[in-house]
């Protein structure tokens, strides 16, 4: 039965969670199921004041999330249409609203929903050979929720192409376009992935929450404001004794000037 597989992990340097989309005879397609339980599990994560990152992934290698369930949108209603899409919307922001990184592990297809949910994410990186794609208009619908976050990250002008088009691309175009981060053999896929959550994990746990914090509310702001916002996190960052600790821990290892 297709479900949502949580796997926690106790570090030194904290918490990292595993969240898998366990539904890969249908390519880790979002039922209303799905993805009611995927929200649950990341409002859960939320909580969790030892938590330092998040890996998002699907189950296997032949999708990362193939989309949402066509099955189900084809016998919705204007009434069940908004209630489908607002709960699918519900998971990209509880991603968005986590307090610490989440990684995409993105490998096979990740398309439609699957593509907004991997734009939710922080950081995303991908295996040669996957594949990616907005084609809701080849059914009959249009793109919508966190597909709004696709110009901020690739520029207008690709957004239109691809959520008119419907056409898919691949990691390296992705790659060169800005929407992943990095590209790698398959084999290779956790091993950068861990490389990325070891830089995330050796930085300060507060400091790291302050900066998404901060980042997603730059999105809405104008340069000003968030200039001004970012001034108030850096004072805020100085309420505990993390920096302090941290700077001194850092000067305390620099070798002497000869």
Not at 36 to 42: I, K, V, Y
Not at 62 to 68: L, N, P, T, V
Not at 191 to 204: K, M, N, S, W, Y
Request: glycine fraction near 8%; charged fraction near 20%; proline fraction near 5%.
């Amino acid at each position: 039965m297709p479900h949502i597989v949580t796997t926690l992990e106790d570090r030194a340097e904290g918490r990292v969670a595993r969240v898998v989309v366990d539904n890969a005879a249908k390519l880790n397609v979002l039922n209303t199921a799905l993805s009611t339980e995927l929200e649950a599990t990341f409002r859960r994560l939320a909580a969790d004041d030892t938590l330092r990152a998040v890996i998002l992934a699907g189950q296997g290698e032949r999708a990362m999330i193939g989309g949402a369930d066509i099955r189900e949108m084809a016998g919705l209603t204007p009434h069940s249409a908004r209630a489908f899409i607002t709960q699918l919307h519900q998971v990209c922001a509880a991603i968005r609203a986590l307090p610490v990184p989440v990684i995409a592990r993105m490998q096979g297809y990740t398309l439609g929903g699957g593509l907004e949910v991997a734009a939710a994410c922080d950081i995303r990186i991908a295996a040669h050979g996957a594949v990616m794609g907005m084609p809701e208009t080849k059914v009959g619908i249009p793109s919508v929720i966190e597909a709004a976050l696709l110009p901020q990250l690739i520029g207008w002008g690709r957004t239109r192409r691809i959520l008119l088009t419907g056409e898919t691309f691949s990691a390296e175009t992705a790659l060169a376009w800005g929407f992943v981060e990095e590209v790698v053999p398959p084999a290779e896929l956790d091993t950068a992935i861990e490389r990325v959550l070891a830089d995330i994990l050796a930085a300060g746990p507060r400091a790291i929450r302050l900066q998404k914090a901060l980042i997603t509310q730059w999105e809405g702001l104008t340069p000003e404001a968030a200039i001004a916002a970012g001034i108030d996190c850096f004072a805020e960052a100085w309420t505990t004794p993390e920096p302090a600790d941290r700077m001194a821990a850092f000067l305390a290892a620099r070798k002497p000037k000869v």
